[in-house]
C-alpha cells in the first residue's frame, strides 16, 4: 500500500539536486529529514549504468526511508508539446517508460508539463490528457499537470480549466511558485483551485525581476525559498485554506548544486523551507 502524504510532509525534487546520482539523492533526502524525493527518468538510467538493479534502488529507498513521489517530465503528451529537433534541453522520455519506473518503484503521480511550444489546442490537449489519466490510474497514478508562463498552459486558471476538460478524478494541477511568479502572481487564481485539484506543490524563490529568458533562469537560477521575492507564505496560506493536502515539494533550480555536496544542499533546502512553512502556518 501506497503511504499517504499530506501537506506536512516534505518532498525532495530532483531538479534540488541536478547533477548528482540518484544513490546520492536519496541519501540527502534522509539525511534532511524528508519523506520521499520525486525522480526523473534520467536518474534511473544513471543508476542502472552505475550497476544497480531495480532491486538495488528498492533497498537503497527502503533503508533510507524514502519512498517515490512525483514522476517528471512527461513532455512528450500533445501535438503541440512535441519538441522541435534540436529543441530539448531534456530527454524525452516516452509515455509507457513512466508506467515502468511506477510499477518498479511504487511512484504516486506523473507531472505532465507543455516544456516546449507557446500555444495549445486545450480540446485536443484536454482528450490526450484524459487518455493520460486512464493508463496511470491502470498504474495507481494520479496525474498532474504544470503550468509554465511561457506555455500554452501559463497560468492556474488555464491548468484548471484543463484539468476539468479531461472529466478525469485522478487529474489534477501542480503549483510551482517560480512559474506561478513569474505568470503573474496571481492569488485569486490559486483560491479558484479547488483543494482536492491540487495534486503537488513545489516552492522555490525568485528575484523580483528576472531576465528575459525565463525557461534558462527557470533551470538554472531559482532561489531557496524565503530568499527573494515571492510571496511564499502567502501562497501557503491560500493552499491551506482551499484545503490542499498535497506534499509540499522542494525545487530548486540552480546551477552551482551539481558542484556542491548533496546532502548540504538538500538540508538548506530542507530548513528554508521549514523556515517559510512556519512563518505561513504560525
Known sequence: ????????????????????????????????????ITIWPDDVAQARSEGLSDIDIRKLLADQGQIVVDMDPLLDWTPEAKPRPGEAAVSVTPEHEFYAIAEAFGARSLNVVQ?????????????????????ARDHGLIVTIEFLPWSGIPNAAVAL?????????????????????????????LKALP??????????????????????????????????????AEVVRTLDAIGSKAPIGVEVFHESHAHLDASDVARRAAMATRRVLALARG
Not at 517560480?178 to 502572481?185: E, P, Q, Y
Request: proline fraction near 3%; include cysteine.
Open 161 to 189: 480549466d484543463l484539468v476539468r476538460r479531461t472529466g478525469r478524478a485522478n487529474a489534477t494541477v501542480l503549483v510551482d511558485t517560480w512559474h506561478w511568479f513569474r505568470g503573474g502572481a496571481d492569488l485569486a487564481m
Open 1 to 36: 500500500m501506497k503511504k499517504i502524504l499530506d501537506s506536512n510532509d516534505l518532498i525532495l525534487c530532483s531538479g534540488t539536486l541536478l547533477g548528482h546520482p540518484l544513490r546520492a539523492k536519496i541519501r540527502a533526502a534522509a539525511e534532511a529529514g524528508y519523506s520521499g
Open 195 to 232: 483543494g482536492d485539484r491540487v495534486g503537488s506543490v513545489q516552492l522555490n524563490d525568485a528575484t523580483e525581476t528576472g531576465p528575459d529568458n525565463m525557461m534558462l533562469e527557470s533551470m538554472q537560477n531559482r532561489l531557496m525559498p524565503g530568499a527573494g521575492a515571492i510571496p511564499i
Open 115 to 135: 516544456g516546449f511550444g507557446k500555444t495549445l489546442d486545450l480540446d485536443r490537449a484536454a482528450e490526450d490528457l484524459a487518455g493520460i489519466c486512464d493508463r
